[in-house]
């Protein structure tokens, strides 16, 4: 606990930048969804026959994974892309269903006598609605607001995946550190906020279905209206003007890269530079970086050439940059000067596993895999020069099939027993801090991935000055510095800011 305090006190303006985000995403959403659910829901319990398809519809929506949801809508024009955006569309969607339902359901349920004698007053359709079946359908209307509210919240931590910040920054930045403060610094206002969130619209519930006055429930009502309108309503996140956008996929080598380009870029330029850090894997950054929601992010020469563009691999450095190099220039992209360290994927295993059974290759290892269990990344399971192909080319043969887990856990998986073999990045600092030991790719299977910055041309040429800063990276990060860096950040968890702060001072 006492780690958890330190750490919001030294991240003091930026934990409470990402709770403004959090909440803004959620407020934002909710009130969306209001708007649309509830005029929905009176729609559907005027047509009993259309209200059936309606709600089939929503919970269709609901069944749809979060992280799955914002990978669908990443190419979508106008209401896709990376950052809020796509992420209010995703907590809009996901908070429609209850709101539906609970409309239908409270105005359903009102007495057909009631209606009766308004209809006999001489109401109109719209002044019965307005005068009588909404407010006697309130507190049912208020129950689904405060289910979709709270599910907001749970649903906002997953947006950082695709940039659109909030307290899910923490939680991913935690398990691709592997460091449980962060990850908590993250959960535990999350947890909290959804317990704020549910008391708060439970008592304004309880409030309407209470009728005590007027007066009362209007108090209530205010109050609430209030609170929301009060929340930080513009947009965040969104790109400013000048502003050069980075980006990084979700693990700790990545962050430490576009950080390590936003301060060369800062330095350099003098220009405005977002971080759009910690996104999800290599489709949702190629992506980005197509839709020009980010203009620069690091990838591996390898990867791009496997699992980007789809073209067999090579195992010639040179000849899968230029490869590369000239697919990403047909799409409005440059590749630029590699930083200088190759980060190939590194099949590991126990220091101790490796001594005591003379474990040098992997070739060595195929032996012992019959009674091993393998944990592998989700990119590394699905990937042209993944799993595989890796099996065919050795004829890697497990007691099961591989255990699928997040990359930066796989380490300590493998170091605790829970599996016996992974493939992790050859420049992790984990490798050393766990007593790890690479296996030595004999057969060539794994093609180079030289680390690159990759950038939208139409940002080089609006910013030459841009081309110039990271040009002058080129060859300065050795395998070395890499591992270097990484182990400060993973296993002294050190700021990366200021890691890469002090790399570029010695440079």
Known sequence: MTRLLAFWASHRAEFVSLLAQHITLVAVSTLAAVAIGIPLGIFAARRPRLSAPIVGLANVVQTIPSLAMFGFLLPVPLVGGIGARAAIVVLILYGLLPIVRTTITGLVSIDASIREAGVAMGMTPR???????????????????????????????????????????????????????????????????????????????????????????????????????????????????????????????????????????????????????????????????????????????????????????????RAVFDDVRDQYARTGRTLLPPLGFDNTFAILVRGSDARAKNLRTIEDAVREAPGWRAGFGYEFLERPDGYPGLAAAYGLRFAAAPRVMDLALSYRALASGQVDLIAGDATAGLIRALDLVQLEDTRHYFPPYDAAPVARAATLLKYPQVRIALERLAGRVTAADMRSLNYAADVEHRDVPQIVAEFLKSK
């Open 127 to 317: 002044e019965l609605l307005r005068l009588v079946e909404l407010p006697l359908a309130l507190p049912s209307i208020a129950g689904g607001v405060r289910v979709a509210a709270v599910v907001g919240v749970g649903s906002a931590t997953i947006a950082a995946a695709i940039g659109a910040g909030g307290l899910g920054e923490y939680i991913y930045r935690g398990l691709s550190m592997v460091d449980s403060t962060v990850i908590l610094a993250g959960a535990v206002p999350a947890a909290l906020l959804a317990l704020v969130v549910d008391a708060g619209l439970l008592w304004v519930e309880r409030q309407l279905s209470a009728r005590r006055r007027t007066a009362s429930r209007r108090a209530a009502i205010a109050a609430v209206a209030v609170v929301l309108l009060m929340l930080p309503l513009a947009a965040f996140g969104g790109r400013s003007r000048g502003a050069i956008v980075v980006g990084s996929k979700n693990f700790t080598e990545q962050v430490i890269l576009g950080e390590l380009l936003a301060q060369a870029i800062e330095r350099d330029t003098g220009l405005g530079v977002q971080r759009r850090l910690n996104l999800g894997g290599t489709l949702i950054c190629d992506r980005a970086l197509l839709t020009g929601d980010v203009d620069v992010y690091v990838e591996y020469t390898g990867t791009a050439l496997t699992a980007v563009f789809h073209q067999p691999a090579k195992t010639d450095a």
